[in-house]
């Protein structure tokens, strides 16, 4: 029956959906799923071969069908084999449930750093933590949601709404991660832009209505939302995690197009498939449709057996009647063995003993697992690095007349419920999912759901701060009750006045529910007016899961703000390093803040009281008609005027820019060769379609490597003009031509395609490359179903923020063949 019922959606899932054609996006079908070489992987896959053809079919749909065990998500072990079975673990920011392991910087706090090399640090610290505790999988990074929409409640795990700064962050830190010696899961395929109605629920009069259906057009998600993903199989991304929602009609993890098309097909991507938990509401029309994993394993959404399976024995049952190739069960181990043996996981350490304990979701095991030691410590002086970054990622947006950095004042002011210690315990801090403005005492270093991770320790702001006051003798006078500092009254008792205060606040969010408003969390207004109506030199520092509109920003007491986002454990030391100036703010906006909550309202939720109460199973529609114009690129295109724009970020030095120049470099595709940039106007033929990929089943990791060759490089040339040593981060925006858009959408003004991170001291330049890859300069042609570089003059704006253009040229690109 359950085969039958599979069979049935297998045929009609996808045709049910091109039936709707008068839908916003679509979800054609493509059959079959293709099959790995493993390609980059090959020693690794020749093992993973002989593997599989040693084991049983039984054994087979064992290898792809999660099961109870120690970790968040269980694959049993086949010690006949030697194998120890694989142990999955959440998340993008920590071993999630481990004790005696680090919590870092969130995603979003990484992006604000705008710092390859710490990306990158943090990946291989995190891979090594996952690695010491016999994690195989680490479930992260994340780049869905991207962050379309403001209100995201999960857009902090991931990096930002900009898909190259995400790309870019996404390919270093996976990178870092699998070089640790963990798989990487690159997460939320595709769509999970919401947290609201991500899955099915029950209507009033209990009908099943379905997940929110994100309605993307074949641009916009080649340009956005597939863009980051492309980087991660690039990077050699071992697995990626499909997601709840519903994709063009179809659920993420049995939509063909998606998995089958665009990540095994066109993207080229070599390893597996996985659902996410519970996400998966089909077995043969997934399997087909290109899910190679099912995790948690047993479910069904709203039925009473918590042990039935979708994947398991129906998987046996299917082969064995032949509706069901065994060629693709083979495939979908091989997917998964490939990176296995590739990391060299079949000699990894044991599990810690500790798990059983931490997650004790489904006892007891079907399987046997290695168990090694309990609490081992794997944070192994991982705390510099998170200090580090944790700086870096603190972005300097407002500083009248020097406030910052401090100089040993007299007297300090600490207030606002996040600038202490916590008081609700180290872990799953204001309830693990849900909860919308989180814990009330105690700062926010880490937001809340699967993304959290369990502190083995905090420093507190305050801690930090009377720590270093004490090195001047300065007076540190503390008030963090914030119903308290709503009132004004509550200040006079805070004597002498401060010289400078600082106000902590902080914005919750967490898997499960999305965010209420913009603003920071419990009467952060009324607390900043407050305090600065009692202090003439008032430093606003937020720490928040996402973007914050500072009403307050203008008011002329409120003279320095610091937006120092999800630092981890050292959320403390991180700070104090900035407002001391033992190190020069270098962070970088990675999203917009505009000036009013309600100029975000191009890219709303998609929620209403008449979609809760309805009885309709499809009512959930969300159709993402801005297209390209998300975050700045929505602002740039209204020429709106913002708070702070995109890429923007403070220094206590300055910087200048001079002197950029083109080169035009010798890839494959490009007219003329290579050599120094010589014609008059700029003006280069080159193909405006890339070669063509190479054959079906022989596109490596990232698809095409043509849109990978770099085509330009341009310089300029960066100066400290300032009077201490400090990092810039020079950034390149690319202006395309409007081109042809099927859906009438308008290409954005500017597009950022380059950027670097680089220390000057004072007086001193460094000249900074960007590669323009093909890929950077094309636009994804619907009718060619290419990426196509538009003919007509092509903007190259050089500077320091979206808005910050320093150096401007262009090129000229003319079609060669
Ligand atoms: C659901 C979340 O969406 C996903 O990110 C996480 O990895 C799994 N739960 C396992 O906790």
């Known amino acids: 029956m359950l085969v039958l019922t599979a069979l049935l959606a297998a045929l009609l899932g996808d045709l049910a959906v091109v039936a709707q054609d008068s839908d916003y996006g679509s979800s054609p079908p493509v059959y079959p799923s293709p099959q790995t070489q493993g390609i980059g992987w090959e020693a690794a896959f020749a093992r993973a071969e002989a593997f599989v053809a040693n084991l049983t079919l039984e054994e087979k749909a064992q290898l792809v069908t999660g099961t109870s065990g120690p970790c968040v998500g269980n694959i049993g072990a086949i010690p006949r084999l030697g194998f120890d079975g694989l142990c999955l673990q959440d998340g993008p920011l920590a071993i999630r449930q481990a004790t005696y392991a680090s919590v870092f910087p969130a995603g979003l706090t990484a992006a604000a750093s705008w710092d390859k090399s710490l990306m990158y640090l943090r990946g291989l610290y995190m891979g090594a933590e996952f690695k010491g505790k016999g994690s195989h999988i680490a479930l992260g990074p994340v780049v869905g949601p991207l962050g379309r929409t403001a209100y995201g409640g999960r857009n902090w795990e991931g990096f930002s709404p900009d898909p190259y700064l995400t790309g870019v962050a996404v390919g270093e830190t996976i990178t870092g991660m699998q070089q640790g010696g963990v798989q990487a899961c690159l997460k939320h395929y595709i769509g999970n832009e919401q947290e609201t109605q991500r899955n099915p629920s029950l209507s009033p009069d209990n009908v099943t209505i379905e997940s929110f259906s994100a309605n993307i057009d074949d641009r916009t998600m080649h340009e956005l939302y597939l863009w980051p993903f492309a980087n991660g199989v690039k990077a050699g991304v071992s697995s990626i995690m499909c997601s709840y929602n519903r994709l063009n009609g179809s659920y993420a993890c049995q939509n063909s197009k998606s998995q089958n098309g665009l990540l095994k097909e066109e993207l080229g991507f070599q390893g597996y498939i996985m659902s996410d938990w519970g996400g998966t509401r089909s077995g043969l029309a997934s399997i087909n449709a290109g899910l190679d994993m099912t995790m948690p394993g047993m479910h069904f959404f709203f039925s009473g057996d918590s042990t039935a399976s979708l994947f398991g024995g129906n998987i046996t049952t299917a082969v064995n009647n032949g509706s069901l190739s065994e060629t693709r069960v083979d495939d979908m181990i091989l997917r998964i063995l490939t990176p296995y043996f590739f990391l060299q996981q079949d000699e990894y350490p044991p599990i810690d003993g500790e798990e059983p304990t931490l997650n004790s979701r489904f006892p007891p095991y079907k399987y046997q697992f290695n168990l090694g030691a309990s609490n081992v410590d794997v944070r192994d002086g991982h705390g510099q690095l998170i200090r580090d970054l944790g700086s870096a990622g603190t972005v300097l947006l407002k500083n009248v007349d020097n406030t910052l950095p401090l100089k040993a004042p007299t007297s300090i002011g600490v207030f606002g419920n996040d600038a202490g210690d916590v008081v609700d315990g180290l872990y799953s801090l204001g309830g693990a999912f849900g909860n919308s403005d989180g814990y009330e005492y105690g700062t926010l270093a880490v937001a809340g759901g699967s993304g959290t991770g369990r502190l083995s320790y905090l420093v507190s702001p305050l801690e930090a701060i009377k720590t270093r ?349």
């Open 469 to 817: 006051a004490a090195q001047d003798g300065t007076l540190v006078q503390y008030v963090l009750n914030n119903t308290l500092l709503s009132q004004p009254s509550t200040l006079a008792g805070v004597l002498p006045v401060p010289q400078v205060c600082l106000v902590f606040l902080k914005t919750w969010a967490s898997e499960g529910a999305d965010r209420a408003g913009l603003e920071a969390d419990w009467n952060s207004t009324a607390v900043v007016t407050s305090v600065a109506s009692y202090c003439n030199n008032t430093v606003v520092v937020t720490h928040s899961a996402g973007i914050n509109v500072l009403p307050w920003a203008d008011h002329p007491n409120v003279t320095a703000i610091l937006a120092a986002h999800l630092p981890g454990q050292e959320s403390g030391n991180s700070i104090v390093d900035i407002l001391y100036g033992v190190v020069n703010p270098s962070g970088k906006l990675p999203y917009t803040i505009a000036h009013n909550e309600s100029d975000y309202d191009f890219a709303p939720l998609l929620n209403s009281t008449a979609l809760l109460e309805t009885e309709d199973p499809n009512a959930w529609q969300w159709n993402f008609t801005e297209g390209l114009l998300i975050d700045y690129r929505h602002f740039d295109y209204e020429n709106q005027s913002v708070a702070f724009e995109f890429g923007f970020g403070l220094s206590y030095t300055t910087f200048s820019m001079s002197g950029i120049a083109v080169q035009q470099q010798g890839a494959s595709g490009a007219g003329g060769g290579g050599g120094p940039y010589s014609s008059n106007n700029n003006t280069t033929v080159i193909g405006a379609t890339p070669p063509p990929p190479p054959s079906p089943g022989k596109v490596p990791p990232g698809g095409n490597p043509a849109l990978w060759e770099t085509l330009y490089t341009v310089t300029v040339t960066v100066t400290n003009t300032g009077g201490v040593a400090g990092a810039a981060v020079p950034q390149l925006y690319v202006s395309l031509p409007q081109v042809p858009d099927a859906e009438g959408h308008p290409t954005p003004v500017n597009v950022l395609r380059g950027f670097e991170k680089v220390l000057l001291q004072p007086g001193e330049s460094q000249t900074v490359e960007f590669d323009l890859a093909r890929r950077d300069l094309s636009y994804w042609d619907t009718n060619t179903q290419q990426w196509t570089i538009p003919e007509g003059s092509i903007g190259l704006n050089a500077g320091f923020s979206s808005r910050d253009f320093r150096q401007r040229t262009q090129v000229n690109v003319v079609s060669g063949w």
